[in-house]
Protein backbone atom coordinates (compact mmCIF):
# COMPACT_ATOMS: atom_id res chain seq x y z
CA UNK A 1 0.00 0.00 0.00
CA UNK A 2 1.55 3.57 -1.20
CA UNK A 3 1.83 5.56 2.10
CA UNK A 4 3.59 2.76 4.12
CA UNK A 5 6.85 0.87 3.74
CA UNK A 6 6.77 -2.58 4.68
CA UNK A 7 3.26 -2.31 6.24
CA UNK A 8 4.90 -0.44 8.89
CA UNK A 9 6.18 2.75 8.20
CA UNK A 10 4.38 5.27 7.17
CA UNK A 11 6.53 7.86 4.14
CA UNK A 12 4.42 10.87 4.85
CA UNK A 13 5.23 11.29 8.45
CA UNK A 14 8.47 10.75 7.43
CA UNK A 15 9.09 12.58 4.28
CA UNK A 16 5.97 14.64 3.86
CA UNK A 17 5.14 15.93 0.32
CA UNK A 18 6.33 19.24 -1.39
CA UNK A 19 5.80 20.54 -4.78
CA UNK A 20 9.44 21.44 -6.49
CA UNK A 21 8.82 25.05 -5.76
CA UNK A 22 9.14 24.52 -2.09
CA UNK A 23 12.17 21.78 -2.35
CA UNK A 24 13.99 24.57 -4.66
CA UNK A 25 13.32 27.38 -1.95
CA UNK A 26 15.49 25.03 0.30
CA UNK A 27 18.58 24.84 -2.02
CA UNK A 28 18.03 28.36 -2.22
CA UNK A 29 18.29 28.78 1.14
CA UNK A 30 21.21 26.41 1.68
CA UNK A 31 22.75 28.50 -1.02
CA UNK A 32 23.48 24.71 -2.10
CA UNK A 33 23.25 24.00 -5.85
CA UNK A 34 25.89 21.27 -5.86
CA UNK A 35 23.34 18.72 -4.95
CA UNK A 36 20.20 20.59 -6.58
CA UNK A 37 18.42 18.16 -9.31
CA UNK A 38 16.16 19.38 -11.87
CA UNK A 39 14.96 16.09 -12.75
CA UNK A 40 13.80 13.03 -10.85
CA UNK A 41 16.51 10.36 -11.49
CA UNK A 42 13.79 7.21 -11.23
CA UNK A 43 11.29 7.85 -14.41
CA UNK A 44 14.44 10.94 -15.22
CA UNK A 45 11.36 13.74 -16.22
CA UNK A 46 12.07 17.03 -15.55
CA UNK A 47 10.49 18.58 -12.27
CA UNK A 48 7.72 20.86 -12.55
CA UNK A 49 7.36 23.60 -10.06
CA UNK A 50 3.84 21.97 -9.22
CA UNK A 51 5.15 18.60 -9.20
CA UNK A 52 4.23 16.46 -6.12
CA UNK A 53 7.84 15.76 -4.54
CA UNK A 54 9.92 14.41 -1.57
CA UNK A 55 12.89 15.90 -0.74
CA UNK A 56 14.76 12.79 1.28
CA UNK A 57 17.55 13.25 4.13
CA UNK A 58 20.01 13.05 1.72
CA UNK A 59 18.78 16.11 0.32
CA UNK A 60 17.71 14.06 -3.11
CA UNK A 61 14.66 15.14 -4.43
CA UNK A 62 12.00 12.47 -6.38
CA UNK A 63 8.83 12.87 -7.68
CA UNK A 64 6.24 11.52 -4.82
CA UNK A 65 4.83 8.65 -6.92
CA UNK A 66 7.90 7.34 -7.77
CA UNK A 67 9.92 7.08 -4.71
CA UNK A 68 6.86 5.85 -2.69
CA UNK A 69 6.47 2.78 -5.69
CA UNK A 70 10.51 2.54 -4.56
CA UNK A 71 9.76 2.70 -0.94
CA UNK A 72 7.47 -0.64 -1.07
CA UNK A 73 10.67 -2.59 -2.13
CA UNK A 74 13.23 -0.97 -0.23
CA UNK A 75 13.76 2.21 2.24
CA UNK A 76 16.94 3.65 0.78
CA UNK A 77 17.89 6.45 -1.61
CA UNK A 78 17.50 5.10 -5.25
CA UNK A 79 20.26 7.78 -6.05
CA UNK A 80 22.96 7.47 -3.35
CA UNK A 81 21.85 4.06 -1.16
CA UNK A 82 21.63 5.80 1.68
CA UNK A 83 19.86 3.58 4.32
CA UNK A 84 17.18 5.64 5.98
CA UNK A 85 16.01 4.91 9.61
CA UNK A 86 12.74 3.24 10.10
CA UNK A 87 10.21 5.25 12.25
Do not use: T
Amino acid sequence: RVGLIAGKYKVDQVYPERSFLDIKKVFLRLKSRKHFQKSCMICFDLFKDDDKCRLLSCFHAFHKKCVDNWFIEQFKCPLCNKEFRKS
